[in-house]
């Protein structure tokens, strides 16, 4: 592992680290395969909560626990999970959560758009991710972009469309710094395909990568970074749209 200029390019092949998931946390005989992680506490809450959903496990972090749900759908189970922000903590718990027997991993979340004729509520789903974040560095050697799984995201697509619901395909921007989503940058990342920007695709292509687990995304547009001011559309106010969402990453995570 020869010195570089920068760190974050000082890519390292020893397969194991000095924490192992798998070594603190034992697999659960309740745990299912199947995972949706969700970045929608109130959806969350309003499905898995009061005791609606089984906890079967706490996710532990300094901002408190992260309950893992047993969720049951028409006879199957998932596991729900709230997928935490940024890419550190969504690998760490995606991480945790194939520890504990997740082999099967759907995210849902939104977006911020940088086509503005995306609308607000529009399902995207990612096909490849710009490493604009630290977290995948750790996990794959550097290159500028991670792919996705394609058979992933042509069950994702199959599933859409089995519902009639129109979606965008097309590589996202993943980038650490919400408040650095300067004009140059945006104008350069839709000039190399970039049709929306968040926080964490990018590492969790990483980490399903890594350890050998399926991965695919759902999103939908958000907030509009693509013009000439910023227009926060009030996106995650839409909770419908929202619990559709979730609702589809469940049935994308039971039937892969």
């Not at 592992?1 to 603190?24: G, H």
């Not at 104008?187 to 920007?197: S, Y």
Request: hydrophobic residues 40%; proline residues 5%.
């Amino acid at each position: 592992m020869p010195a570089q200029t920068y760190p974050i390019l000082e890519f390292d092949t020893t397969t194991s680290a000095m924490i192992e998931p798998a070594e603190i946390l034992r697999p659960l005989d309740t745990m299912p395969e199947a995972v949706v992680l969700c970045f929608f506490q109130e959806v969350i809450t309003a499905i898995c909560g009061d005791g609606k959903a089984e906890i079967i496990f706490r996710l532990s972090s300094e901002i408190g626990k992260n309950p893992v749900y047993h969720l049951e759908q028409n006879g199957q189970a998932v596991a729900v999970i709230h997928a935490g922000t940024g890419a550190p903590l969504s690998a760490a718990f995606m991480e945790e959560a194939i520890a504990l027997g997740g082999k099967k991993f759907i995210a849902c979340g939104g977006a911020g758009v940088l086509d503005s004729s995306i609308g607000v509520g529009h399902v995207i789903i990612p096909t490849a991710a710009v490493r604009d974040e630290g977290t995948s560095y750790h996990y794959l050697p550097p290159t500028r972009e991670i792919q996705a799984d394609l058979s992933v995201v042509q069950h994702i697509v199959d599933v859409l469309e089995k519902h009639n619901i129109p979606h965008d395909q097309g590589k996202t921007w993943t980038t650490d710094a919400i408040y650095r989503e300067t004009r140059p940058k945006v104008a350069q990342r839709r000039a190399e395909g970039c049709i929306c920007v968040e926080m964490e695709t990018a590492a969790f292509l990483a980490v399903a990568q890594f350890r050998g687990v399926q991965f695919g995304q759902l999103l939908y547009g958000g907030d509009d970074v693509g013009g000439d001011i910023w227009d926060s559309r009030r996106w995650n106010r839409d909770v419908s749209t929202r619990e559709k969402l979730f609702w589809l990453a469940v049935e994308c995570a039971l039937s892969l």
